[in-house]
Antibody, heavy 123, light 109 residues
Framework: QVQLQESGPGLVKPSETLSLTCNVS?????????WGWIRQSPGKGLEWIGN???????YYNPSLKSRVTISVDRSRNQLSLRVKSVSATDTAIYYC????????????????WGPGVMVTVSS | ETVLTQSPASLSLSPGERATLSCRAS??????LAWYQQRPGQAPRLLIY???SRATGIPDRFSGSGSGTDFTLTITNLEPEDFALYFC???????????FGQGTKLEIK
């Protein structure tokens, strides 16, 4: 069973770049159709950040597209997220998510998710 | 961009009762809708995908229905562990994009 673990700095200064990694175990990242990142601001709802597909193509939330990059490191079996020019509004719990293999053998949905990592943007 | 509106924002029920949660899309999403449950301090977990298919290991007291713009998550015979936050999620094939609803909080009465 796939397990995910996010990691990265818990505190980032405004205007700097936030970099997170997601370590994938129990499955090869190359065998998954789609991997994703989602965030949740304190006490608020969920916001989809973006997905990366096994083709290598990544697609992002239009509201974040200009600042976000998602990539895969196949040699390390890791997923990565970079968010540049952060501000207080980027303070959130960040989750990575794996492809869910459904009853039809398709992988269109994201599950399970990692436990999440809290990132605070503050000087 | 498709907007998902969940109702009610919060729902107070007692164990053993039936919960009905709604998710309405601003435009048709076909059956491309999922439901997630989030317990305090935990990551969301997938309950229902493709509008009505239960994910692996999810009890049959959880059921999903609907298509197009109106979707419902029904939880029968509420258990104490069911009191949590519930989110709906839609995915579009092109451009590939996901959108979450704002959530419904199911509370113990």
């Amino acid at each position: 069973q796939v397990q995910l673990q996010e990691s990265g700095p818990g505190l980032v200064k405004p205007s700097e770049t936030l970099s997170l990694t997601c370590n994938v175990s129990g499955s090869s990242i190359t065998s998954g159709y789609v991997w994703g990142w989602i965030r949740q601001s304190p006490g608020k709802g969920l916001e989809w950040i973006g997905n990366i597909y096994n083709s290598g193509m990544a697609y992002y939330n239009p509201s974040l597209k200009s600042r976000v990059t998602i990539s895969v490191d196949r040699s390390r079996n890791q997923l990565s997220l970079r968010v540049k020019s952060v501000s207080a509004t980027d303070t959130a719990i960040y989750y990575c998510a794996s492809p869910y293999l459904d009853a039809n053998g398709l992988q269109n949905w994201l599950a399970p998710w990692g436990p999440g990592v809290m990132v605070t943007v503050s000087s | 961009e498709t907007v998902l509106t969940q109702s009610p924002a919060s729902l107070s029920l007692s164990p053993g009762e039936r919960a009905t949660l709604s998710c309405r899309a601003s435009q048709s999403v076909g059956a491309h809708l999922a439901w997630y449950q989030q317990r305090p301090g935990q990551a969301p977990r997938l309950l229902i995908y493709d509008a009505s298919s239960r994910a692996t290991g999810i009890p049959d007291r959880f059921s999903g229905s609907g298509s197009g713009t109106d979707f419902t998550l029904t939880i029968t015979n509420l258990e104490p562990e069911d009191f949590a936050l519930y989110f709906c999620l839609q995915r579009s094939d092109w451009p590939p994009m996901n959108t979450f609803g704002q959530g419904t909080k199911l509370e113990i009465k």
